[in-house]
């Protein structure tokens, strides 16, 4: 079972920080699960034009590649002139339109405004739900005010940031059994 | 048609057509030479014809898995193993090619085969070959009209006098050797959504129609698309052949199709496009009422006269070597075919 983590931001810590404490929290309870994490700073990613996702080549092919090869996702991302980032929306741009399918995607969403709340609702859903992922449906909304020097201060984001990572494993253990029960039925 | 060469009074066509993918066998994981590969290809073509097949085509795909890059090389050694059946490319990518070269080849064919070749010309649905050969990516659209175009008036006219962006213009050129009937049939090579059929009916040209799979009737919307644009610019729709092309697989029943075939598709897929092939979508493949021709010969006889009679096609041909599968199951299928699928086809689609 591998989970991938992705931070959607080239630039910040908040995102990096939720998604370090998410990715500690998988490591220390789940301790079979291969856990990788991208975070979209630490790469030189070309914009997508439209090429299957093995034909481009460095840290893009490697990020795609990663994603492609990942049983659950758990995607962190900052809120930018009220959406998601263009990092993000361009690793999308990379996969193929079905990539998502069979595989687990949850969210977390750090903002500098709770007027954002719905922003991971009603625009990032939607681009997973095309892509056909299987969607953990509540998110973890993290303010700035939760944050203090690269921490997150409030407990209760810990608290949610656990049952996050607990939904995403057992979503997805939960699918891939009956999904492996259904197939057994083929017969082929 | 008979621009063409298609006879409706004799049914629908069926054909047999390879990308010419190299890909280790997933119950071996062994995967025979290029040489041995090529010589699958060309055996292929000779048993198809024995079995009655009309058509066998190759296509190019300059990437890894892959082996017919110089697809027309290979055409030419089937035009001179076999004695009767139509022989295509599928397809040419005439975006990176110099449709003048084409020609020639394709030309050249034609009079190996005393009469026997065609063009289907497309524009990649990989992109690797832009920088091997030397194109830009950016110019994937216009490079493919420009040179379409090109080789489409090259067909037509003995001199041309052509100018464009790709390539040196031509000055009362004559590309020869010409056909043996001074033309060829050359077709459009035509997937993804109804905007690439439409296109394809403005111009007024045959259209081969990629059908890899799910519903039947997705498909008859770009048919349709094809036939109406045609019509709105002029053209007869009726005197267009349409070809479609797709994945095939028969064995006795279709359980025991699905369970042969599946590992190869799935790992061919991975190999060839980063995604397996999911099961759910394979299973659902089963359906009448999807596209997808892989089940027990009566099933397949099914599927097909179903879609001809959605989509009115004048041929359609068969992808069954795709993932590796081993030489001696490529006999059997074409054995199946030969001895159920074309006869009961003929009989319900002549006229």
Known sequence: ?188 | MEKYRIDQRKGLEFGIYSLGDHIPDPNTGKRISAEQRIHEIIELAKIAEQAGIDFFSVGESHQEYFTTQAHSVVLAAIAQATEKIKIASSSTIISTSDPVRVYEDFATIDLISKGRAEIIAGRASRVGLFDLLGYNLKDYEELYEEKFELLLKINEEESVNWSGQFRAPLKDANVIPRPKAGYLPIWRAVGGPPASAIKAGYAGVPMFLATLGGPVTSFKYSIDAYREAARQNGHNAKELPIATAGLFYTAETTQQAQKEYYPYINEGMKVTNGRGYPKQQFAQGADPRDVLNIGSPQQIIEKILYQHEQFGHQRYIAQMDFGGVPFDKLRKNIELIGTEILPAIKKHTAK
């Open chain 1, 1 to 188: 079972m591998k989970i991938v983590g992705i931070s959607g931001s080239n630039v910040g810590s908040k995102t990096r920080t939720a998604i370090n404490y998410t990715i500690k929290d998988l490591v220390e309870n789940y301790p079979d699960v291969e856990v990788v994490l991208l975070d979209l700073a630490d790469y030189t990613i070309q914009f997508s034009d439209g090429r299957n996702y093995l034909e481009y080549e460095g840290d893009t092919k490697y990020v795609a590649q990663t994603i492609m090869e990942a049983d659950a996702i758990i995607i962190g991302t900052p809120i930018f002139q009220a959406s998601i980032p263009a990092t993000l929306k361009n690793i999308f741009d990379l996969l193929p339109v079905d990539a998502l399918r069979d595989k687990v995607v949850s969210m977390l969403v750090t903002a500098g405004s709770p007027k954002h709340y719905l922003i991971a609702e009603q625009q990032l859903k939607p681009i997973l739900s095309y892509m056909k992922a299987v969607l953990v449906q509540t998110y973890v909304f993290i303010e700035e005010k939760d944050f203090y020097r690269n921490e997150i201060i409030n407990d209760d984001i810990l608290f949610r940031i656990n049952l996050l990572v607990e939904d995403t494993v057992v979503l997805l253990e939960t699918y891939t059994k009956i999904r492996e029960a259904k197939e057994a039925e083929y017969g082929f």
